[in-house]
T-cell receptor, first 112, second 108 residues
Framework: DGGITQSPKYLFRKEGQNVTLSCEQN?????MYWYRQDPGQGLRLIYY???????QKGDIAEGYSVSREKKESFPLTVTSAQKNPTAFYLC???????????FGPGTRLLVL | KNEVEQSPQNLTAQEGEFITINCSYS?????LHWLQQHPGGGIVSLFM???GKKKHGRLIATINIQEKHSSLHITASHPRDSAVYIC??????????FGTGTSLTVIP
């Protein structure tokens, strides 16, 4: 089945540790996105990538890093520099020039 | 001030009621999206609008470009419609802006 997957669904980490969230899509989409969702707030864009080996910062990129070595994969690393990492993280993808984004199921990160 | 404002924030309805969720935006847009977020967190795209009206089953979405306003209507609401509905717009600079969502609960 075609789709976009994120793993794991829940992730617990100690404060000060880096953690990498996985996002994979087999939709042959060019563009991929990472969003953060906090209670009472709209989705906020962390990073996006329109083609392999290229990515751009979104509104809240500080404390995060990404890579786009393959078209299918866009992992997000939450570094120890991110002050409030506990949140729900959503990955999305879309065709180049197309409006509709397809979302993954999300990863809920809890930093203790 | 958020670029996208939704109302109401929370909505409870009896099964069968007609429901309206509103979205106002303050930026120039190329398109407006209505998204549905299920209790587990997954998000599904319901509509993409750049003008007029679209209908899919019991869902109807309208947009008024001049007034910078969109509405999502649900006819004959059902408990399975319970979810968070999110309005999002793509600005002229290619940026997406998201509303904070409307949490809908439909009671049997």
């Amino acid at each position: 089945d075609g789709g976009i997957t994120q793993s794991p669904k829940y992730l617990f980490r100690k404060e000060g540790q880096n953690v990498t969230l996985s996002c994979e899509q087999n939709l042959n989409h060019d563009a991929m996105y990472w969003y953060r969702q906090d209670p009472g707030q709209g989705l906020r864009l962390i990073y996006y990538s329109q083609i392999v080996n290229d990515f751009q910062k979104g509104d809240i990129a500080e404390g995060y890093s990404v890579s786009r070595e393959k078209k299918e994969s866009f992992p997000l690393t939450v570094t120890s520099a991110q002050k409030n990492p506990t949140a729900f993280y959503l990955c999305a993808s879309s065709r180049w020039g197309q409006e509709t984004q397809y979302f993954g199921p999300g990863t809920r990160l809890l930093v203790l | 001030k958020n670029e996208v404002e939704q109302s109401p924030q929370n909505l409870t309805a009896q099964e069968g009621e007609f429901i309206t969720i509103n979205c106002s935006y303050s930026v120039g847009i190329s398109a407006l999206h209505w998204l549905q977020q299920h209790p587990g967190g997954g998000i599904v795209s319901l509509f993409m609008l750049s003008s007029g009206k679209k209908k899919h089953g019991r869902l109807i979405a309208t947009i008024n470009i001049q007034e910078k306003h969109s509405s999502l209507h649900i006819t004959a609401s059902h408990p399975r419609d319970s979810a968070v509905y999110i309005c999002a717009v793509r600005g002229s600079g290619n940026q997406f802006y998201f509303g904070t969502g409307t949490s809908l609960t439909v009671i049997p």
